[in-house]
């Protein structure tokens, strides 16, 4: 298995990640709405993890919000924090380096919001702003939220978002309250459609493939 510069360097293994995308108009969605699809999810199998039920938190402020709860992931339109969105929570590990980790969630995430965005039920009111994006990872012993495990991810972080974004100028800022799980917010000076991304998410893996 090939390691990336941060387990290297660190020991590190970043597992568990969540990628989050933040809606454009949240306040349009209408979450029960979203019980339903998360429930067709699971009748027709759509996404590459076995889906399982539907947990609905709608109750909770700024709470997890609805949850598709899966076997190696779950799918969630979230609340956390008073900030909507779609986001993917990888449970069960993921082989490659860091940087494939992160590609493998980045993209689940993107083709989660692909489906819900054509979906006909949710009447065009579910979009990624195209903006927005923040990963996390939900492993507080395996990437404590120290200076240190920041310091030595920066360099991997933008190096991915380098293939992901492109020229697309960007800002990455880490969450620095150790009470919180580690990650970091990227919000990009212009608009990325989820297509582009996926198509990012492409050409990295042809040309580490070396299909390009």
Not at 183 to 206: H, Y
């Amino acid at each position: 298995m090939m390691q990336g510069i941060l387990e290297e360097a660190t020991g590190l293994e970043l597992q568990h990640i969540n990628v989050k995308l933040l809606l454009q108009d949240p306040g349009q969605l209408d979450l029960e709405t979203v019980v339903n699809v998360f429930h067709s999810w699971i009748q027709e199998q759509v996404c590459e993890e076995l889906l399982l039920d539907v947990a609905d938190y709608r109750h909770v402020y700024r709470g997890p919000g609805v949850v598709l709860i899966g076997h190696e992931a779950d799918y969630s339109i979230d609340n956390t924090n008073g900030r909507l969105g779609i986001r993917y929570n990888r449970k069960a590990s993921v082989e490659g380096s860091n940087p494939d980790r992160l590609a493998q969630a980045v993209r689940a995430a993107l083709i989660a919001a692909q489906h819900l965005q054509q979906d006909t039920h949710l009447n065009n009111k579910c979009h990624f702003n195209g903006h927005d994006i923040e990963i996390f990872v939900n492993d507080r012993i395996l990437v404590p939220n120290t200076a240190e495990t920041r310091q030595a991810a920066e360099g991997e972080f933008r190096t991915f978002l380098s293939a992901l974004l492109g020229p697309v100028a960007y800002d990455l800022e880490f969450q620095t309250d150790r009470r919180r799980l580690f990650g970091a917010r990227i919000r990009t000076e212009q608009p990325l459609s989820i297509v582009d991304l996926l198509e990012s998410l492409r050409r990295r893996e042809a040309r580490n493939h070396g299909l390009v």
